[in-house]
């Protein structure tokens, strides 16, 4: 049963690729209480079927899916152009998940399926509140032309050498080992459970955001140099510096979301050091491509180089 969830969830998430979902929910300004509402109830019915449904972490999921849908309602009719309040809902949805927030109120046997599932609650609600309420630019959550995936794998082989360099020498990634098991099967795996939903949020939601913000900042300093006139209109190079430090400020966040994360003792700083390195190739990729896939093929490759040969 866990298995068919998931892939219901993973279908779901999927679903917003296709333009005659989002049109239906940029039409339908009641999804954006329904949704909220259906995530509670399908995360509730999940629990109860695992024997671990209760007040608290029904009220729990209630408000965690509530709280953001509120501050996307509050502006609705603002422009698209992401705010202080877009960051908020970001945060409200990632930080819960990183620091598994009621995990307490789950029993043991339950907790790493009710995680996957409380993921899947995010990145859907994440997706209706994004695109269909606030229709963000920028989210680069389409299918992928060849050229993405050909980006996603130009970074891969860039960036795999450099990673199994300094991972080997910090002591994070074992010696090489032939792969066994089902390498194909594994990198399914990690391509859609793992890739997937931190691309969407690390880089769809978050470097996307910053990217935006940057360029609203860009856009009003231009103007105000031209007003001062044509003898200060210098400053050519200041959107290859904004990309550039905007790739560096995600790729720090993505790699210090790493540092509660084992199998070396917490605060992981070798993992959060090879996350960083990771994430400059994984945000170059998006920054690159018209598909958020290109950055989400190369994570699901490094991620399966790492587990299935080392």
């Known amino acids: 049963m866990h298995t068919l969830v998931l892939a219901l969830f993973l279908a779901a998430i999927l679903s917003f690729l ?5 049109l239906r929910l940029q039409n339908a300004p009641a999804v954006l209480f329904a949704i909220p509402l259906l995530l509670t109830l399908v995360f509730c019915a999940l629990a109860a079927a695992e024997s671990a449904l209760s007040l608290p972490l029904a009220l729990l999921v209630f408000i965690y899916t509530s709280i953001p849908a509120g501050l996307a309602f509050v502006q609705r009719a603002h422009p ?3 705010s ?3 960051l908020a809902i970001i945060l409200f949805l990632w930080l819960p ?15 790493g399926f009710l995680h996957s599932v409380a993921y899947g609650v995010s990145i859907l609600l994440a997706l209706t509140l994004f695109i269909g309420v606030r229709r963000t630019p920028g989210l680069k959550y389409d299918l992928p032309r060849l050229r993405d995936i050909g980006y996603g794998i130009a970074a891969f082989l860039i960036s795999a050498p450099i ?6 020498l910090l002591g994070f990634i074992p010696p090489f080992h032939p792969p066994a098991g089902k390498p194909a099967l594994a990198f399914v795996a ?3 459970g793992t890739a997937l939903p931190e691309e969407i949020l690390f880089r769809s939601l978050i470097q996307n955001w910053l990217m935006q913000r940057c360029a609203q900042r860009g856009a009003h300093f231009r103007a105000a140099i031209e007003d001062s006139g044509p003898q200060n209109s210098g400053g050519a190079g200041r959107p290859v510096l904004r990309d550039w430090g905007v790739l560096a400020v995600a790729a720090l966040i993505f790699g210090c979301a790493h540092l509660d994360n084992g199998p070396q003792p917490l605060p992981n700083w070798r993992y959060m050091i090879l996350a960083t390195i990771a994430g400059l190739a994984y945000g170059k990729a998006f920054q690159k491509s018209s598909s958020v896939f290109s950055s989400v093929t190369c994570h699901a490759l490094v991620d399966a180089t790492k587990h299935i040969f080392f």
């Open 97 to 111: 998940l990183e620091f598994s927030a009621g995990a307490h109120l789950i029993p043991k046997h339950s907790q």
């Open 84 to 86: 202080w309040l877009d």
């Open 190 to 192: 990690i391509f859609f």
């Open 80 to 82: 698209p152009q992401p």
């Open 163 to 168: 990673l199994i360099v300094i991972g080997r």
């Open 18 to 22: 296709f333009p005659a979902v989002r």
